[in-house]
């Protein structure tokens, strides 16, 4: 691995120097054992996540609502336009990505879900709904 990971038992001496290192400066990986785990701020994470967006798919049905899902996702929804379509997706695929987190052993070990993952964790990191309409694209 070309990044030095530290030492779990520096990291404990100095914990809310490390915090601050990481929030602050850089990402930073962290081994106890054989274990080792990498620690990032919010904001490191947002920009990783940033790529992972979502397609919809739609048809207008004979009554005049739209039908539609997410491409690659179990995720479909019905509503009367396109924008409100948009938002009923989202509450579903925020429903999803709960669920998905509840579970996430399961989830994550499920070979057709395991690539879920860093878009159900995009989700789980926005602010409110609207926030994660505005990762689906028409």
């Given amino acids: 691995m070309m990044l030095t990971a530290k030492r779990a038992t520096t990291v404990r001496k100095d914990f809310s120097r490390f915090i601050d290192g990481v929030v602050h400066e850089r990402p930073a990986l962290v081994q106890r054992n054989r274990d080792l785990l990498a620690a990032l701020s919010l904001q490191h994470l947002e920009e990783i996540l940033k790529p992972y967006r979502f397609t919809m798919e739609y048809e207008l049905e004979?009554?005049?609502?739209?039908?539609?899902?997410?491409?690659?996702?179990?995720?479909?929804?019905?509503?009367?336009?396109?924008?409100?379509?948009?938002?009923?997706?989202?509450?579903?695929?925020?429903?999803?990505?709960?669920?998905?987190?509840?579970?996430?052993?399961?989830?994550?070990?499920?070979?057709?879900?395991?690539?879920?993952?860093?878009?159900?964790?995009?989700v789980l990191i926005q602010h409110d709904l609207k926030s994660i309409a505005r990762l689906i694209d028409a």
């Fill in 62 to 122: 004979d009554d005049g609502t739209y039908s539609g899902s997410l491409r690659d996702f179990d995720v479909v929804a019905n509503a009367p336009s396109l924008d409100a379509l948009r938002h009923a997706l989202a509450q579903e695929l925020l429903e999803y990505a709960v669920q998905y987190e509840a579970d996430f052993p399961l989830y994550f070990r499920a070979p057709n879900r395991t690539s879920h993952f860093p878009y159900v964790y995009h």
